[in-house]
């Protein structure tokens, strides 16, 4: 059987418009995919709900259907999107209604069962992460255009390899490496080059990089490539990269399948080309995970300008005259944090690198204790603090944040239904397998390098690295290319070591996964984006740049790695 051929064209909601259109006219394809959703889409959807409950879905897909539904029809491609978020059924019905005002006969099926907000009624979004196996009920019976709302992000994958190949519910290793390639194509453009700690050995081919695509073979091994002639490159490294984002350890968790990232191979298979091959595969765990999104209050900030001289003693005088402020007013917020970032150097050539900004943070449960109450403080230093006191701009109304979790629910908790093209629902069965999630032993590391000269040089010269976030936590991902300098980082960076250069994480849990197969660490630090990115709990709130962070903090390095 030929290999299915599958692309991306979302990484996220708000991705580039025209990558749909990119895809389907760059070269042959049989399945479109596209990931709308995230923990914070999930938020962003629910209130545009609150608003118009015919509201919900990624209203951008629509938009690209409009110019893309009849080419993908003339191509024989279909297509496979989470856009319908809190409201697949509405989605579907408008895509129908485009499809007719377009004469095209295309025939959209939507899957649903993943809405558990009547059971976390104070919640804003509730949603259990569903499998493929909706997709491919809907393929099966020849839908066109399939539109989910949560499903695992792999899943838009694994559902139409399920279904072009006849996998059933005990394919695990076909069905893992189905997972493993819906993981590297679910982020877009990060498997082509896009967010790469090495982009400055291929920074001209970076400017538009092409989306991904997949060549799925029917034992479950694939090949990452790009259509012909689009920018960005594929190699073993960019595979890599987006194989350790947002994952943990060598099992990787899904309701179809966990699948055994410490199993993977990866070779280059010519020019653009990755290989991925022999992903091990194994029975679900016995839970669905269901995100949670609510509203946790109201947030405000207000960024102090301090410049010049005395940096540590303007800092103390303002936060000394607003915490008076708020006293005396009787409206201190329940959380107020400070942060002072010294961007400023001595002797500067310019009035903005002498300058350190002093970030006040405050979060209340009433919207007036973090609008009025805070702009009115700051607004009334402007001639009674420190010398030089401006601010980057004057705070305004409180700004709602949302919190994050999760929870778990037996698989036959959920109704998983393929909701077909003519109106037909098809029940999906739960996992008949289960298998409880277990830490692996430890895997044997390899020899430490011989003692030789060292040099003290950042990490990033010679390991990369990508991190992203999971709710409250944060993945650091971290791989070399050689084994000589795999034999030097996985005995070099262990989890104390991975603290002290990173002094946030010091008071906090920190694990540290070992992958050999792809010479790569992944470490896990707990509660370091507090209750989600949504909360905003730091100054980089989804943990994107921590791995650069780590890449940048100097070490001892044998010189014979450099």
């Not at 730091?538 to 962070?549: I, T, Y």
Request: hydrophobic share 40%.
């Amino acid at each position: 059987m030929t290999a299915l051929r599958i692309g991306n064209a979302s990484g996220f909601y708000g991705d580039r418009f025209d990558a749909m259109r990119e895809m389907l006219t760059g070269g042959e394809l049989d399945v479109l995919t596209g990931d709308y959703l995230a923990e914070l889409t999930m938020l962003i959807l629910g209130r545009d709900r609150l608003k118009d409950p015919a509201a919900g879905y990624a209203r951008t897909f629509l938009r690209q259907l409009e110019e893309c539904l009849g080419l993908a029809h003339e191509r024989g491609v279909r297509i496979v999107a989470n856009a319908g978020g809190l409201n697949p059924a509405g989605l579907a019905d408008a895509v129908r209604q485009l499809a007719d005002r377009l004469g095209s006969p295309v025939r959209v099926a939507h899957v649903e069962g993943d809405d558990l907000k009547d059971r976390y009624p104070d919640s804003l979004a509730a949603h259990a992460y569903l499998g493929g196996f909706g997709i491919a009920a809907c393929l099966r019976e020849g839908a066109d255009v399939v539109v989910t709302g949560r499903v695992t992000d792999a899943a838009l994958v694994t559902g139409p390899a399920a279904a072009h190949f006849g996998w059933g519910p005990g394919a695990y290793d076909r069905l893992a490496g189905a997972v493993v390639a819906g993981h590297v194509l679910e982020c877009g453009t990060q498997a082509t080059g896009g967010n790469y700690a090495f982009f400055t050995e291929r920074a001209g081919d970076l400017r538009r990089p092409g989306f991904p695509l997949a060549e799925i073979n029917e034992d479950g091994s694939c090949v990452i490539t790009k259509h012909p002639g689009t920018g960005g490159f594929v190699d073993v490294g960019t595979v890599t990269a987006q194989l350790l984002y947002e994952t943990a350890g060598a099992r990787y968790a899904g309701p179809d399948v966990t699948a055994r990232l410490d199993t993977i191979r990866l070779t280059q298979d010519g020019p653009d080309r990755v290989r991925v091959e022999g992903v091990g595969g194994e029975a679900p765990p016995p839970t669905l995970k269901v995100g949670l999104n609510r509203l946790g209050g109201f947030r405000n900030e207000v960024a102090f300008v301090l410049t010049g001289l005395d940096i540590e003693a303007k800092a103390a005088l303002v936060r000394g005259q607003m915490e008076t402020a708020f006293a005396e007013a009787k409206s201190t917020p329940a959380e107020v944090s400070w942060d002072l970032v010294r961007t400023d150097a001595p002797d500067a050539p310019t009035e903005e690198t002498a300058s350190a900004l002093l970030r006040l943070v405050v979060r209340d449960p009433d919207e007036r204790l973090v609008g009025r109450a805070l702009s009115g403080a700051a607004v009334e230093l402007a001639l009674a603090s420190y010398p030089g006191f401006h601010v980057l701009a004057p705070p305004g109304k409180g700004a709602p944040y949302g919190v994050f979790e999760d929870v778990y629910v037996p698989h036959g908790d959920v109704d998983h239904v393929a909701v077909l093209h003519d109106g037909r629902r098809v029940p999906v069965a739960p996992a008949h397998d289960i298998l409880v999630l277990e830490d692996l032993p430890s895997p044997e590391l390899p020899e430490p390098l011989p003692g030789g000269p060292a040099r003290r040089a950042p990490l990033g010269l010679v390991a990369g690295a990508r991190s992203g976030d999971k709710g409250g936590n944060a993945n650091v991902g971290v791989w070399v290319r050689t084994d000589e300098a795999w034999r030097w980082l996985v005995h070099e960076l262990t989890a104390d070591r991975f603290r002290e250069l990173l002094p946030e994480s010091r008071d906090l849990p920190v694990t540290r996964h070992v992958l050999p197969n792809l010479r790569a660490l992944n470490f896990v630090v707990e509660g370091i984006l507090g209750a989600g990115v949504a909360s905003q709990h730091r100054f980089d709130p989804q943990a994107k740049a921590l791995g650069e962070w780590l890449r940048s903090r100097h070490l001892d390095i044998p010189e014979a790695l450099l």
